[in-house]
């Protein structure tokens, strides 16, 4: 039995019943067990996959992303996976862990053609781009989000990080804070130089010193970044805030201060870049700067899914650029 | 140029530059990165997966899981990966989003033969189980983790979720509470039942009432659990603690309790299940029942490639049980 002879058993369209067995949130839940339960019963197996390849190829989209234990990559994939659900695509999630080789490994495997599209968010280490011009060689749709190449075209969904990162700085000399730490993420990644040239700017434009001993650039390894941050506030004793341009470095920050005996705000305000749920219930409350994930995905699958399905156009120069909002609490009272 | 001429122009073993390529943890970063150079500068382009289908399908296994933002399957997912990448194996992660019928679909998508095993935590709503019997039928190798399904003869990696739940309830009994609220996170799954008959035994044991009107059977939508803890916070007015069987479900209690005014612990003491980084940071600090979340990831990995690996030998009746630990903190103060 086929789809369409199953379809027709059950006097619904054969559409209908392909995208309830792929749970499409356009048929009803009611439509769709009633789906499967016959199907069940009729011993009818859909089997679209193996006997069309293609479309298996075409109905897959891949995301890369760096860390799965950041509130934002996380809220980004729900973004894209709502999308995608709505178009009836499977995605599938690979997690670079911050490493430029398993990045390489990653669209290497990828541009075998075994995915539709790639949505992708650069490992804070990658510092070589020939594994994404190898992408573009090959025709594979991609989409950069957050943590984009700037030396490629190609459709980009980023935030205001520049400007996010200014603000974060001037509301923290508006409290009084003249020796600001800044926690860099990576050196490579132009999201996190956009939020490190938002922070000197903010500082030269008040007639503050930009002093580099106050800059700690991190690695993707949290022991490593514990033990550093622990060194800069052990010697430099005048630091009177923190600024951590990534979810991680805030978290670790809250750590550190904690195992120092520092209070928060008292001796040091804190900000940090953050899409926790919690934020507004950590011990003190978190000033964070957030990023529109949810939105980020959206935009990043609805290109996506453009440009696999409109091959003719070309969209890598797309780019869309979303606001980031700083939320004031008590971490910098 | 292959493999093999490629690797004697570097004079080293074909089996080297392999992992090199494969970025396996055996091989040096200096050496991997030589080889990619090499490999970039002599044009050789590796391409074992077009032209072997099924070391492709061997070399990748699938990750099944309810929920991306709950960081207990973001540790597990963490300790699958730190065993796969030893063995050279890709993951491709898959969100159920505890979706019953997205599950199906995945499995279905899965089941047609396009990884070498699957590791996997049932969605909240799942009660039926036909989808996975299919995957037993096609000779899938197969692990359940944490949210099991107790009908079937699969290997399994749980904790100890009676027991748990038993000293978390005996804990608050000891704080002098006597009208526990239990949030249920499935009806169905036999991690959230465990949780409740340990959370039953307990009261029973202290000759306490088990009240049906202070357990609350939760769904997978966090807007319909806030609206019902609410109801239920306004009308139970004596309830003295809340235990949350999930993490969700305890972020949600941290932000009901707030827009309600209820100061946690005076007025009602909290503990729950959870494996948030941040849960010694909370305001106030979270009393909370960890699992074992990396150790588990590490379990049902290992178990996974041993049956991918030795299909001759039968790990069905595998059940490894780790233990959580209650760490105690001010929540329940």
Redesign the interface.
Known sequence: MNLKEFAKALNLSASTVSRA???SHEIS?KT??RV?ELA?EMNFE??P??SNLRRQKNKTIAVVVPD??N?FF??V??GI?SIAQEKGY?I????T?D?Y??E???L??LS???VGGIILSLSAETNNY?HIRELKKRNIPFVFFDRVCEEIEAAKVTTDNKTAAHQATKYLLERGCRRIAFLNFSEFTATSIKRKIGYIDALTQNNIEVDTALILNCSTNKKENIEALTHLLTTQKDVDAIFASSENLS?IS??VC?SLGINIPQQIKLIGFSN???A??????FTCITQPAFEIGNEAATILFKSIEKPHIDYSDTLIQLNSSLVKRNSTN
């Open positions: 067995l792929n749970d839940t769709k067990l499967l069940k859909p089997n996959f193996a799965i234990t509130h996380a809220k994939i729900e996976e499977h599938l999630i690979y997690f862990l490493s080789l398993k390489v490994a990653t290497r495997l075998n053609g075994r020939d978290i809250y750590q904690e926790m749920t919690l507004a219930h950590l011990n003190p409350s």
